[in-house]
Structures are given as structure tokens and as C-alpha cells.
């Protein structure tokens, strides 16, 4: 090989090394949302823009849902001790999720998705 193709396949590599240190990959995010008695914990979350998956746990004594409108994102009714998971697409920005068992979102089971870019 000459030297000139050698500095352009070294010049490449390098490229390709940073991308994915700096995250280019397009990585999964993964998050824990725990839903106690009419509160989220944690109520306020933090996420690059791409692909998320929320891992909602029930960890109070009645049934909870996590809903993201905006993100058409919506778990179905998730009893005590039980679990379920969500994966979806994010475009930066900040977005509310709530509870939608009825008196849960009046009574305060509500947070704050926000997506940076």
C-alpha cells in the first residue's frame, strides 16, 4: 500500500472511533420510572433525542398508567408489584407524563420528559 492510502484508511478509522465514543451510534437509552401512590419517582427525567425505552414500575399499592400524549406513548394499567416496558422515538423537547387512572393526574401524578438534542 502507498503512503497516501495508509493515511487515508488511518484518517478514516479515527472517524469512525470518535463517532462512536460521542455516541453516533444511535444508542437505546434506558430509564426507570417508578409509579408509588399518585407520585412518580423520579418526576422530573432527562434523555438524549432517539430511540427510549422506559422501564415503569409499580411500586404503590393501586394500579398506575405512564402516558406521554405528545409521544403517543401510552402503558396499559400496571398493577401493584408489576412492571412494563416502552420503547419510542424522541425529538428534543419537553413533554409531560401522567398517570390516567381516574383522580391520579388531578391529584398531582404527573412529570416532566425532557429531551435534549
Known sequence: MNKKLMTLLAAGFTVVLMLGACGG???AQAVTIKGED????????TVAAGTITITFQNTGSIEHSFII???G???EKVQPGQSST???E???GTYTFYCDVPGHKE????GTLTVTP
Open 86 to 88: 416502552i420503547t419510542f
Open 73 to 75: 406513548v401510552k402503558s
Open 107 to 110: 391529584a398531582g401524578m404527573i
Open 90 to 92: 424522541a425529538q428534543p
Open 38 to 45: 399518585i407520585a412518580f419517582s423520579p418526576k422530573e427525567v
Open 25 to 27: 451510534g444511535g444508542s
Open 69 to 71: 400524549d405528545e409521544l
